[in-house]
């Protein structure tokens, strides 16, 4: 590692590299090559992540890690066929009005070995197994689902907003799918966001866009999610067929108080809106914050203000009577006769 420290002369260019190195020992950590080279490799990835231009062993931690993702994903295997997923909502509000208008499915595993465990455990694992894909169809037919009833139930045209993974959204029948569920449920495309990951660009050759554009076609809309934690640039979503930016709760989460975070999420709404899009915030927990959202111009918001992340079957009644007050952008119950 020292050695690669300084620059290395190559026909007068200085050039600057690093090598950052993995090891294992045997036969603490394996007893064949392919043991050892994936420990030491497991080990590089960790250096790696702490900044790299370094060497480390494998160790205990990380034996833990493994063992533990190991056991994770043995048990993740077989959970959609033993029923443990299940679906949570959380209503999302028209700013200008104050109502809900919608949802967004979050899902929920309750591991009858581990108790519940949080998606931001387990999805990422489903992705790298592709077990997501199948997730991924459930929730959007259960998702779908519920949206029928409930838009029946309350005769509104409340929409659904479901998270795609990327690997999700590459599976060649996945449009097919959409259309299949959508229609299923008698359901026009409009009815459903799906919500994206800026992560889905990174070293795309064209094809998102493609399947955005045949989703498009449908009316289903997109939604770029989590927006400003990864790495879009304006130029690439000016090319996208994209309806709505969802603005992370972690941009919400210190205004208005904290003057960088109220100028930065000023300026996403400001972005956003020059590139005709609809925005989102979610994580919305005080009347502060929606207040100042609502004096930015922001659309919507999602958050414990109006509502935790609910059950099903709890989503009709609250929607048909609780809003937002818009003057003091306080949850408020309106009065039983509608
Ligand atoms: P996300 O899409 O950014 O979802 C918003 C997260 O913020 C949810 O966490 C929600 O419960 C939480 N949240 C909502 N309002 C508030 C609030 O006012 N305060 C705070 N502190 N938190 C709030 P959750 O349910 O744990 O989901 C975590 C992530 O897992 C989601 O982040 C999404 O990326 C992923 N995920 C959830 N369901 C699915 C799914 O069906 N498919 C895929 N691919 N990913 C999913
Ligand atoms: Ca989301
Ligand atoms: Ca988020």
Redesign the pocket.
């Known amino acids: 590692v020292k050695a690669f420290t300084s620059a290395i002369d190559i026909q007068g260019q200085q050039m600057h590299t690093s090598i950052t190195v993995g090891g294992a020992l045997a036969p603490l950590d394996g007893r064949d090559a392919d043991t050892l080279l994936r420990c030491a490799d497991t080990a590089r990835s960790h250096a790696k992540a702490e900044g790299g231009s370094t060497c480390r062993f494998y160790d205990e931690s990380m034996r833990r890690r493994a063992l533990e993702t190991a056991q994770l994903d043995n048990l993740l295997r077989g959970a959609l066929e033993r029923n443990e997923f299940a679906l949570a909502y959380q209503p999302v509000v028209d700013l200008a009005s104050g109502r809900p208008i919608g949802a967004e499915a979050l899902l929920r595993w309750n591991s009858p070995v581990l108790g519940p465990v949080s998606p931001d455990r387990f999805i990422q694992l489903a992705e790298e197994t592709s077990l997501i894909v199948p997730i991924g169809e459930w929730v959007l037919e259960q998702a779908c689902r519920e949206l029928s009833a409930w838009r029946e139930m309350l005769n509104l045209p409340l929409h659904m907003a479901i998270n795609v993974s990327s690997r999700q959204f590459h599976d060649y029948r996945f449009v097919d799918r959409v259309q299949t569920i959508l229609q299923n449920h008698e359901l026009p495309g409009d009815a459903i966001v799906l919500e994206l990951t800026e992560r889905l660009f990174l070293g795309d050759d064209g094809t998102s866009v493609e399947v955005m554009r045949e989703l498009a076609e449908q009316g289903v809309r997109i939604a770029i999610?989590?927006f400003g934690t990864g790495y879009s640039s304006l130029g690439v979503l000016k090319h996208m067929p994209i309806d709505t930016l969802?603005i992370?709760?972690l941009f919400i989460r210190n205004t208005p108080d904290d003057g960088d975070a109220q100028a930065i999420a000023k300026a996403m709404i400001v972005m956003a809106h020059g590139l005709g899009l609809h925005v989102v915030a979610?994580?919305v927990e005080t009347p502060a914050q929606c207040r100042f959202l609502l004096e930015q111009g922001c659309d919507e918001v999602q958050g414990h203000l109006y509502s935790p992340p609910l059950p099903g079957d709890e989503v009709p009644a609250l929607m048909a009577r609780r809003t937002i007050d818009v003057r003091y952008c306080a949850p408020t119950w309106a009065s039983s006769t509608k």
Do not use: A
């Open positions: 999610d989590d969802k992370d709760r979610e994580g």
